[in-house]
């Protein structure tokens, strides 16, 4: 019983420690022998519970999608209308770039491994189920297509985490990639919502492009 | 001279096989060995031409911004409006992605050598002049500031070079991502633009955003 808890932990203590190394360095940059140097653990305690890096690097990648997966159900959960929510999901997406490393590592991950799950997949299909569901209810423009606004969602979310990858690190006083992707929303809305025809100003009421630019 | 040229073309030949593995495989997954075999070109030549990995690092990254900036000096003779210039400019940006490996792997490059000049260096200040002068001129929606329209424009960029890195390889069949890029503009227009309050339809006249949306 103590045992198997105590393995849980480990796998646990890897599995963190791995996503961070992922994270910094990439798949080919990352050795088993430094994962196990920076959670404390024997490498052979680290091949008993994965035996290669791809073990490794899969359960990570398993991790990220699950983190992420919690957070949009609980998203899910809220009252709001599908393009609001598909707003708030991308800056909750942009939230947990900016603080999981387990999902940044997932990101890099299935970017550097080709044939693995993208992570995308954990949250497109929300994504374009809510789209479906704003445009037959008239919130989207007539002439922005779920496709469309798709894509967009798709080249913003990939852009925030461009932005986190090239500042973290090299610019400790870096802005928010959450508040800059809103600053981005505030502009691109102006063509995807029916409600938006008009631009609210930068200075005041900065969570309410939905409610101001309805007149 | 003989002996000039053919070093010169040796030189070549080791940025574009350099490039290439760049590009696929990061920084940490290529080997000065890999290059030399793809090369075509003993180990002891590529040392002579590039003593280490940085080196040669360095060298693309180099070639990758030349690149760049030779089509960006092109683009900028063009007698043509400073905002339809920045679109323009992102479009040529994501051809070069799509068609150079050595853009592509000057990217991925800034990417993983963290304190290496970045690629955007070498067309962000364009695009950031352009758009002061796009606003001073009236062009700009009064509301869109020319620091968010260049974030948009980085959240952009990044997105199409996201896509290209996911479905190059993977999806032979991909659209392209110039292609992906127009659609996107064709959203994200609207809120910029003074001059586009309506969003052009789909279908008719993929590019007359400008020309069109006047009325």
Redesign the interface.
């Known amino acids: 019983m103590v045992k198997q808890e105590r393995a849980v932990r480990t796998r646990r203590a890897l599995v963190k420690a791995a996503a961070e190394e992922f994270d910094r360095?990439?798949?080919?940059?990352t050795s088993l022998a430094a994962i196990s140097k920076v959670a404390g653990v024997s490498i052979g305690a680290v091949t008993f519970h994965f035996p290669t890096k791809v073990h490794l690097a899969d359960a990570v990648q398993q991790e990220g999608r699950t983190v992420t997966l919690v957070a949009l159900e609980r998203l899910a959960a809220e009252a709001m209308t599908p393009l609001r929510m598909v707003i708030d999901l991308t800056l909750e997406l942009t939230r947990l770039m900016e603080q999981e490393p387990t999902v940044r590592s997932a990101i890099r991950l299935s970017?550097?491994r080709?044939?693995t799950e993208?992570w995308?997949d954990a949250w497109l299909p929300m994504v374009r189920g809510l789209l479906e569901r704003a445009y037959e209810n008239g919130q989207l423009?007539t002439?922005?297509?779920p496709a469309?606004?798709t894509?967009?969602v798709?080249?913003?979310?990939?852009?925030?985490?461009?932005?986190l990858?090239?500042r973290m690190?090299?610019d400790p006083a870096f802005e928010s990639a959450v508040a800059?992707?809103k600053?981005?929303w505030?502009?691109?809305?102006?063509?995807?919502s029916a409600e938006a025809?008009?631009?609210?100003?930068?200075a005041d009421a900065p969570d309410q492009d939905q409610e101001e630019a309805g007149r």
């Open positions: 360095f990439g798949y080919d940059g970017r550097e080709p044939g993208a995308s423009h002439d922005a297509l469309d606004v894509l967009l798709e080249h913003l979310t990939s852009g925030a985490e461009a932005y990858r090239t690190g090299s800059q992707l600053r981005v505030r502009l691109a809305l102006v063509g995807v025809p008009t631009l609210p100003r930068q």
